[in-house]
Structure formats: structure tokens, C-alpha cells
């Protein structure tokens, strides 16, 4: 007898080098490989309230006790360069499942390290990827590496592109919070625009040469941060770039 075939349970989020987080309950594994702690969800009850992927932006009440998606970025003066910057990632309140993984953009992320993991039976770096296997209700997985992330977009113009964020099961997207904070060279750039706009739900606070942002959504969220090279005369206004067509290394 094998175990009941379940669906694939995706949880996906995304930030700078397009990061997709995968879980999935195990299919077609023997009874003494299937954990006893994970159940087979109740589909009507996990489908009784969806939201199609439209974003939209919440009260963090209405978030409590979902997935929580933080990341620390850094972009030094060699990044402008280069387009590599540092990315520090710690994940809570993973959905507790058989196995997971958490899947970087093929040649956008480099020196891919575990740096923390709690009530997690097995983490690994495969490649571009963090394999997990017996994810528990208090699973905790930090990662940090070097994610080819800063769009140069000309004139010495350049962009973050964070994304896709999206929590997901099935064809419905869930509740999620994700915090970000960049640190980038003051002396050199200068913030000029950003998307979405600051609103409920999505907090942006800057400071001299950092940014921290707090959004709690349900939906698929994609966000741009520009900056401009103050050592440019012309350095005044975002160049009009469109943030979903991303324009460099990031883009869909």
C-alpha cells in the first residue's frame, strides 16, 4: 500500500533573483516513508477562500502566523559594476510538509550557503537550490549568498527588482509577510523611485543609504526600487521603465 496521492502544495516567494519556494507533499511514497506528522490537508477547507493572484495589500493582523519571508540586501560600490549583491534570507512559519525546495534563478545566484536551520530533518544546497526534506511546524531555514540582482538600466541609472513574492496552493494565493531591508553606498546613489507606492500594507521607511520594507499581502507581488548615480548630472527623475518588465537580469 502506498500513500495517498496528494496535490502539489507550491508556496512560492521571490526576491531579487527570482527565489520560488516549493513545497510539496510527497507522492507515491511507501508507508514507512511517509511521515506520520503531515496530513493530508482538507482541500475545502484550503480552498474556501483564495484569492486569483490579484494583489492585494492587508492589515499584518490579518496575516498572523503565515509565512514570513525576510531578506537583508546589500549593494556595494562594486555591485554597480557587477550587478552582484549580497542577499541574506531567513524563512519562518514554513508550511510543515515532506519535502520543499527553495528554487534561485539558474546563473543569478552564487556561494549559495545554509546558514540556519531549526526543526528542518534535512537542508541541502543542490546547485541554484536549497533541498528541504521533513519540513516541522516550527521550521526555520536561513541562507545567505551573492544574487545577480541590480539591473543596470543606463545613464547611470540602475534598479532592484524584488520577485515575485506569492504564497500559493493550487490556483489560489494566501496570506504572506515579507520584510526587506537594502543597504546601499549613499555617497554613490541616490533613491529616485519605487513600486508600488507606499500604502496600508506596504511600508517603506528610508534612511541615509538603507531601505526597509514591510508588506503584508495575498496575491503575487513584484517590486522596483531605482537609483540614480549622484556623481551624474542628470541624476534627478527614475527613467520610465515599466517595474513588471524588469529590463535585466530579474525579469520573468
Same mark, same amino acid.
Given at each position: 500500500?502506498?500513500?495517498?496521492?496528494?496535490?502539489? /502544495?507550491?508556496?512560492?516567494?521571490?526576491?531579487?533573483?527570482?527565489?520560488?519556494?516549493?513545497?510539496?507533499?510527497?507522492?507515491? =511514497?511507501?508507508?514507512?516513508?511517509?511521515?506520520?506528522? +503531515?496530513?493530508?490537508?482538507?482541500?475545502?477547507?484550503?480552498?474556501?477562500? !483564495?484569492?486569483?493572484?490579484? /494583489?492585494? +495589500?492587508?492589515?499584518?493582523?490579518? =496575516?498572523?502566523?503565515?509565512?514570513?519571508?525576510?531578506?537583508?540586501?546589500? !549593494?556595494?560600490?562594486?555591485?554597480?559594476?557587477?550587478?552582484?549583491?549580497?542577499?541574506?534570507?531567513?524563512?519562518?512559519?514554513?508550511?510543515?510538509?515532506?519535502? =520543499?525546495?527553495?528554487? +534561485?534563478?539558474?546563473?543569478?545566484?552564487?556561494?549559495?550557503?545554509?546558514?540556519?536551520?531549526?526543526?528542518?530533518?534535512?537542508?541541502? !544546497?543542490?546547485?541554484?537550490?536549497?533541498?528541504?526534506?521533513?519540513?516541522?511546524t516550527h521550521a526555520r531555514l536561513c541562507v545567505r549568498g551573492k544574487s545577480r540582482a541590480l539591473i543596470q538600466l543606463g545613464d547611470g541609472h540602475y534598479r532592484l527588482r524584488n520577485g515575485p513574492y506569492l504564497r500559493r496552493f493550487l490556483d489560489g494565493f494566501y496570506p504572506m509577510r515579507v520584510s526587506l531591508s537594502i543597504d546601499y553606498p549613499a555617497e554613490r546613489l541616490r533613491l529616485v523611485g519605487q513600486s508600488p507606492p507606499g500604502q496600508p500594507g506596504f511600508d517603506v521607511s528610508e534612511q541615509e543609504g538603507r531601505l526597509d520594507i514591510d508588506a503584508t499581502f495575498e496575491g503575487r507581488l513584484v517590486t522596483c526600487f531605482d537609483f540614480c548615480d549622484r556623481t551624474r548630472a542628470d541624476c534627478d527623475e527614475a527613467m520610465v521603465v515599466a517595474c513588471a518588465a524588469g529590463g535585466g537580469p530579474d525579469a520573468d
Open positions: 500500500m502506498t500513500a495517498p496521492r496528494l496535490p502539489l /502544495l507550491p508556496l512560492a516567494a521571490g526576491v531579487v533573483s527570482a527565489l520560488v519556494l516549493l513545497p510539496a507533499m510527497v507522492e507515491g =511514497a511507501a508507508d514507512d516513508d511517509w511521515p506520520d506528522a +503531515f496530513d493530508e490537508p482538507d482541500l475545502m477547507e484550503l480552498t474556501s477562500r !483564495v484569492n486569483d493572484g490579484e /494583489l492585494a +495589500f492587508l492589515d499584518p493582523a490579518a =496575516a498572523e502566523g503565515a509565512h514570513v519571508h525576510m531578506n537583508h540586501v546589500v !549593494v556595494t560600490a562594486g555591485s554597480l559594476d557587477d550587478g552582484w549583491v549580497s542577499l541574506e534570507q531567513c524563512h519562518e512559519h514554513l508550511d510543515a510538509v515532506p519535502a =520543499a525546495q527553495i528554487l +534561485f534563478r539558474a546563473g543569478g545566484i552564487r556561494d549559495l550557503t545554509i546558514t540556519a536551520s531549526d526543526d528542518i530533518g534535512r537542508a541541502w !544546497v543542490d546547485g541554484h537550490s536549497v533541498q528541504l526534506e521533513n519540513v516541522g
